[in-house]
């Protein structure tokens, strides 16, 4: 024998079963991911067909037995990674690693009990276990996770250099060594390269339950600042992530940006009349008409209750008409009870000033809001005093035209109606 391959398979097969058993060690103490165990159980068996393979020629049975064992490595930890990564796809179907490794199986196990004149089962086995890990490489470079795991990148090199020393040993073995060499010389390199990949996976599953722990905790730490910085009834910002979002909106030019607040016109009154169901469903409306009506650049959040902001850059006051008009039309495609209790919105806009801070300019934009919004009610009063003076063929043209003086904006037919208090709506027949 050119070298002693018992001490070999034999040291190699100790050092697989410490590496193996300290990662289930430190599994059973951590949370393992799906597939580690087939890792774990592959290594396992691998050290098994080590050992079987040094003793094969003291005890003959064990030969076919350590064909069996070590044949299984490649599928079995390419199961794994299926297992591990199995939210992906792969473009090779799991059925097919079993069939690849039930044609090895039967073909070297057919060797050793039936031989043949032109190959040695040594030789055989040599073949399929080559075959067995080039497909398991080609079968991992497969899963759609491939391209963003370094893990499964770095598991095909070593696959790929495990399948490389098989054939260069099993070459050597065919044309360069000695015709004397025996088979436990022979399979020496389909025992030793897969066994210096299993080597690897203990610290390589660590590595990636690592990975996938991180990640998990990122996705976690993720949901956890969405739920404290997102109002979760309207999925706006809320207030204090609002101010930071609209500090760094405004940056490079605060004396061109603008700032709109807003609020719900007796949404009170639509809580005590239509309960506060309806009241939520009215914010959500409007958390949405803001998300699906202002720019990219805008920043929209929820101050709290019922009062909304948002922060235009490189927007003048003169040109915020036009906005409240399409979030008006948003919110009127959209209203909960539109004869009942119309969903309006009171606004106040101010144009921010150099070295100005988004709370003053707030503030600003709260007492334009006040302002709107004493103005509106002075507008209903006055329209609610000339319905009740004028007759009633003339009543519902003035009342309009006082709503439309206080600058409400378009006046539809139905929202009239709005101002009548639920369980009072009449008919009204002309005078003959």
């Known amino acids: 024998m050119l070298l002693h391959s018992t001490s070999l398979l034999v040291a190699a097969s100790a050092s697989l079963v410490v590496a193996s058993a300290s990662a289930a060690t430190i599994g059973v103490q951590q949370k393992q991911r799906r597939g580690v165990w087939w ?12 050992a079987a393979h040094a003793l094969e020629d003291q005890y003959v049975l064990l030969a076919p037995l350590a064909v069996l064992l070590a044949l299984q490595w490649p599928i079995v930890t390419l199961t794994g990674m299926r297992r591990f990564f199995s939210r992906g796809n792969s473009a090779l179907p799991p059925w097919a690693d079993w069939i690849v490794l039930a044609i090895g199986t039967i073909a070297a196990l057919g060797t050793w009990f039936e031989p043949v004149s032109w190959a040695s089962p040594a030789e055989v086995f040599a073949v399929a276990t080559l075959i067995a890990t080039a497909y398991a490489a080609f079968a991992i470079s497969r899963i759609e996770d491939f391209t963003t795991t370094p893990m499964l990148r770095g598991l095909l090199i070593a696959l790929a250099c495990s399948a490389v020393l098989q054939a260069v040993w099993l070459g050597l073995a065919l044309f360069y060594l000695p015709p004397g060499l025996d088979s436990t010389d022979l399979a020496l390199g389909a025992l030793l390269a897969p066994a210096a990949v299993a080597l690897l996976m203990p610290q390589l599953s660590l590595v990636m339950n690592h990975e996938r722990s991180v990640a998990q905790l990122r996705a976690s730490h993720r949901k956890l600042r969405h739920m404290v910085e997102v109002d979760p009834l309207t999925k706006l910002p809320n207030r204090r992530h609002f101010h930071d979002l609209a500090t760094k909106a405004i940056q490079p030019s ?53 009062e909304f902001a948002a922060v235009l850059p490189r927007t003048k006051v003169a040109d915020v008409e036009a906005v409240i008009l399409r979030i008006n039309a948003r919110i009127d495609d959209r209203q909960v009870a539109p ?53 009633a063929s003339e009543a519902m043209p003035a009342l ?23 369980g009072e709506v009449v008919a009204v027949t002309p005078a003959r």
Request: aromatic share 2%; glycine share 6%; net charge neutral.
């Open 254 to 306: 605060p004396e061109l940006s603008t700032v709109l607040v807003f609020d719900i016109d007796r949404l009170k009154y639509i809580n005590e009349v239509l309960g506060h169901s309806v009241g939520d469903e009215a914010l959500r409306q409007v958390g949405m008409a803001l998300r699906e009506t202002l720019r990219r650049r805008d920043v929209a959040g929820r101050l709290g209750g019922d």
């Open 400 to 422: 309009a035209e006082a709503l439309a003086a206080a600058r409400r904006g378009p006046i539809s037919a139905a929202m009239p109606l709005s101002m009548i208090p639920v």
């Open 39 to 50: 890792w774990v159980a592959a290594n396992m068996l691998l050290a098994g067909a080590l």
């Open 339 to 391: 004869r009942i209790a119309r969903v309006c919105l009171n606004h106040g806009a101010t144009q921010m000033l150099a070295n100005e801070t988004i709370a003053d300019a707030l503030r600003r934009a709260e007492i334009a809001l006040e302002n709107a919004r004493d103005k509106r009610r002075e507008a209903e009063a006055l329209a609610a005093r000339m319905a009740d003076s004028l007759p």
